[in-house]
């Protein structure tokens, strides 16, 4: 698990020095996107040097990842600490997206378990189709319809979100619409890693034999089914995590919703690297934690069977 661990650091490092370079391929520079339109050539050198825009990429990049693990994520263009910024909005996405991927589990749970029970059936086929759709379509286009659905024709539910004075969605409604076009792709691809799941748990002896004693189905599919299948859901679960926050930056744009979306777009806008390596680490972060999560599950469920 040490190695495992140790590698996906190593990966996110990775993933790191590809922002980094990524953002400096980008046309202009922080200096020229944050300084007063009509700046001299002399005020723009003076900022990169200032900003440290004149020292080599890799150099600025090793002092950046010497700081991580004190929890130094830099300073903004801005000259804010990247910490700082993130502070507020960075929960926000994580409240938003612990919402939408418990919806995920929920529905892909229940979806999943109905079709497991009745592989070949009419609901087997119907929830099959549903969930590919779901799947297939993307944020954006989910975001559009619940929109025109619940705000424009209905008037049900808030349209866009507005912050209390501590920085979160002033009222719980306005979770409801974002959540769902975060989660409704995730249910699609979770109903069918549970289904598909399930079913290779129903070919066992164990199982049969649970039937053939006349059992109820829920018992059988809680009590003999989705143990056997917990790891196939848990690396599934972990999977949609990164899915769900990668997914967040266009839901919150387009729900004006407080959180890293609209501080990782005006970030690119101005060409600040420290911050969009922040936010990539901060989510990169997270989504590592939940991936050794699901390992450790998995590793307790199979050694829990040789």
Do not use: C, K
């Not at 922080?30 to 150099?59: I, K, N, V, Y």
């Not at 009745?118 to 119907?126: E, L, N, S, V």
Request: a neutral charge; glycine letters at 12%.
């Amino acid at each position: 698990m040490a190695l495992l661990a140790a590698r996906r650091v190593g990966l996110l490092a990775v993933l790191l020095a590809v922002v980094f370079a990524a953002v400096e391929l980008l046309p202009g520079d922080a200096a020229g996107a944050t300084s007063d339109r009509g700046a001299t050539a002399a005020e723009l050198a003076a900022r990169r040097a200032t900003l440290g825009l004149d020292r080599p990429l890799p150099e600025r990049f090793w002092d950046w990842m010497t700081g991580l693990p004190t929890g130094d994520l830099g300073t903004t263009a801005h000259g804010q600490p990247v910490t700082s910024v993130l502070s507020g909005p960075f929960p926000n996405t994580l409240m938003l997206g612990g919402l939408a991927l418990a919806a995920s589990i929920l529905g892909a749970l229940a979806l999943g378990g109905w079709a497991a029970l009745r592989p070949g059936g009419r609901a087997d086929r119907t929830i099959a189709v549903l969930a590919t759709a779901a799947f297939a379509l993307p944020e954006f286009v989910l975001s559009v319809g619940l929109l025109l659905l619940f705000s424009l024709w209905t008037g049900w539910l808030p349209a866009v979100t507005l912050s209390g004075a501590d920085g979160t969605p002033a009222s719980w409604d306005m979770l409801v619409l974002p959540a769902l076009a975060l989660a409704l792709p995730q249910i699609g691809w979770n109903t069918r890693i549970v289904r598909g799941a399930l079913v290779d748990q129903a070919a066992l002896p164990h199982v049969r034999a649970a039937v053939l004693d006349g059992l109820p189905r829920h018992r059988i599919l809680t009590h003999h089914m989705l143990p056997g299948a917990l790891p196939a859901i848990a690396v599934a679960t972990a999977t949609s995590a990164g899915m769900l926050l990668g997914g967040a930056v266009v839901v919150e744009t387009l729900f004006n919703y407080p959180g890293i979306g609209a501080v990782l777009a005006g970030a690119i806008a101005d060409r600040d690297t420290p911050l969009v390596a922040g936010v990539v680490a901060a989510t990169g972060a997270a989504v590592s934690t939940l991936l050794l999560t699901a390992d450790l599950i998995r590793g307790r469920v199979l050694g829990a069977r040789t």
